[in-house]
Antibody, heavy 124, light 107 residues
Framework: QVQLQESGPGLVKSSQTLSLTCTVSGGSISSRSYYWNWIRQPAGKGLEWIGRMYTSGSTNYNPSLQSRVTISVDTSKNQFSLKLSSVTAADTAVYYC????????????????WGKGTTVTVSS | DIQMTQSPSSLSASVGDRVSITCRASQSISSSLNWYQQKPGKAPNLLIYAASNLQSGVPSRFSGSGSGTVFTLTISSLQPEDFATYYCQHSYSTPYSFGQGTKLDIK
């Protein structure tokens, strides 16, 4: 059973770079059957998709964050990472990583395994 | 980018009630629509994928329908554990987006 676990600093200073890691256990991040996503949720608000990556290293980002976001993979550690630069208070949120399963022929794409989330606070 | 709008934003109901939540897309997304349930302090949990496919392990009282721009999540008989916030999400193309959420609470 695949599990995902987010890790990283809970407090980041304004203008610095937020760095989080998602560790995948119970399965291989190199599998061609999945994408690997980051999603965030400010306290009391809705979900915002940040971006995703495929095992090949290809990425897709939310245009609203694209200039500041980098998602990368470390297959040797079975991990993928999120870096968000030049953070402000608006980036304070719970950050989730999630596995996205897909069926290319049927065009089914859905996030079926999520980490528990990690809270990141941006301080001034 | 595709925008998702849910209605209602909040809903009060009783155990045993049948409830429906609607999600509208700003353009046609075929059947590329997923539904998630989120309880306080927890990660979202996938209920329905591709508009009408029940995720493994999800009770059959949950069902989804729709295609194009209008979609519905229905809970046939509310159980105490169903009181939560529900989100729709399109997966037609990136960037993905979620609806603003529907909070379902006890009447």
């Amino acid at each position: 059973q695949v599990q995902l676990q987010e890790s990283g600093p809970g407090l980041v200073k304004s203008s610095q770079t937020l760095s989080l890691t998602c560790t995948v256990s119970g399965g291989s991040i190199s599998s061609r059957s999945y994408y690997w996503n980051w999603i965030r949720q400010p306290a009391g608000k809705g979900l915002e998709w940040i971006g995703r990556m495929y095992t090949s290293g290809s990425t897709n980002y939310n245009p609203s964050l694209q200039s500041r976001v980098t998602i990368s993979v470390d297959t040797s550690k079975n991990q993928f990472s999120l870096k968000l630069s030049s953070v402000t208070a608006a980036d304070t949120a719970v950050y989730y990583c999630a596995r996205e399963s897909y069926d290319f022929l049927l065009h089914y794409y859905y996030m079926d395994v999520w980490g528990k989330g990690t809270t990141v606070t941006v301080s001034s | 980018d595709i925008q998702m709008t849910q209605s209602p934003s909040s809903l009060s109901a009783s155990v045993g009630d049948r409830v429906s939540i609607t999600c509208r897309a700003s353009q046609s997304i075929s059947s590329s629509l997923n539904w998630y349930q989120q309880k306080p302090g927890k990660a979202p949990n996938l209920l329905i994928y591709a508009a009408s496919n029940l995720q493994s392990g999800v009770p059959s009282r949950f069902s989804g329908s729709g295609s194009g721009t209008v979609f519905t999540l229905t809970i046939s008989s509310l159980q105490p554990e169903d009181f939560a916030t529900y989100y729709c999400q399109h997966s037609y193309s990136t960037p993905y987006s979620f609806g603003q959420g529907t909070k379902l609470d006890i009447k």
